[in-house]
């Protein structure tokens, strides 16, 4: 039986990946899976029942019972519109702290091969290309340098009237970038056969664009 393509969208943290991804889901009518809400998902379900960062087991048990909703842009955690709540630079770190747990990471697969449904599905994470879809017809990295990065995010906060220190977001940033990329379960990398595209100095419909061009190219 031939599964559903995968276009995998890997890249560290404020890349516009998540941007990208949906966009790109949306021209090609594809469904959408942001694995980091994932994460994000399990960080905030551990804050709210104090569970320890450290505790791989108990955190895999948690993220095993999450009770998980993702309709039209609204995300429930156990009945709870979370959507707003998950993505807090707070909640962004623990997210990076508790994926480092294998446990955690292997309650999350299944959930992600989920979204695998026809037509077509567009992934966006870490570990799309190297783990979750290593069939993925179309492997993408995106990257751009952290000060990029760390000026996108500022915006997209200071645009939501949410105040923010360049310098703390830049930190925060790397503080990320350093620990997703050195863990040893499915550490953020450039999985082989992904194409790398560097997108400090390109707009987000070039990024697009760019996106579908590769696409169009693999299945013709
Ligand atoms: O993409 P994001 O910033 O929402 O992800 C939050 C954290 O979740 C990220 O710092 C590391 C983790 N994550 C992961 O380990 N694997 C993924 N596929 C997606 C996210």
Redesign the pocket.
């Known amino acids: 039986m031939n599964l559903p393509p995968v276009i995998a969208i890997d890249g560290p ?1 404020a890349s516009g990946k998540g941007t990208v991804a949906s966009l790109v889901a949306e021209k090609l009518g594809f469904h959408y899976l942001d ?3 994932l ?2 998902l399990v960080a905030l379900a551990s804050q709210k029942q104090v569970v320890d960062v450290n505790n791989g087991s108990e955190l895999g048990v948690l993220a095993q019972k999450l009770q998980i909703s993702f309709k039209n842009g609204v995300i429930l955690l156990n009945s709870e519109d979370v959507t707003e709540a998950i993505r807090t630079e707070a909640i ?1 770190l623990r ?2 702290a508790i ?1 480092v747990h294998p446990e955690v990471r292997r309650a999350l697969v299944s959930v992600q091969h989920g979204f695998r449904r026809p037509p077509g599905l567009v992934a966006d ?4 290309a190297s783990v979750i879809f290593p069939d993925a017809v179309l492997k993408v990295f995106l990257t751009a340098t952290a000060v990029a990065r760390a000026e996108r995010r500022y915006k997209q906060l200071i645009a939501k009237g949410i105040s923010a220190k360049l310098a703390d977001l830049l930190q925060d940033l790397q503080e ?1 970038d350093a620990r ?1 990329s050195s863990r040893g379960a499915a550490p953020l990398l450039v999985a082989e056969g992904a194409q790398v595209l560097e997108t400090s100095e390109l707009s987000i419909d070039q990024v697009v664009e760019t996106v579908i061009d590769w696409y169009q190219s693999k299945i013709s």
């Open positions: 943290t694995s980091g809400a994460y994000r962004g997210a990076s994926a994470g870490r570990d799309m990320r997703d």
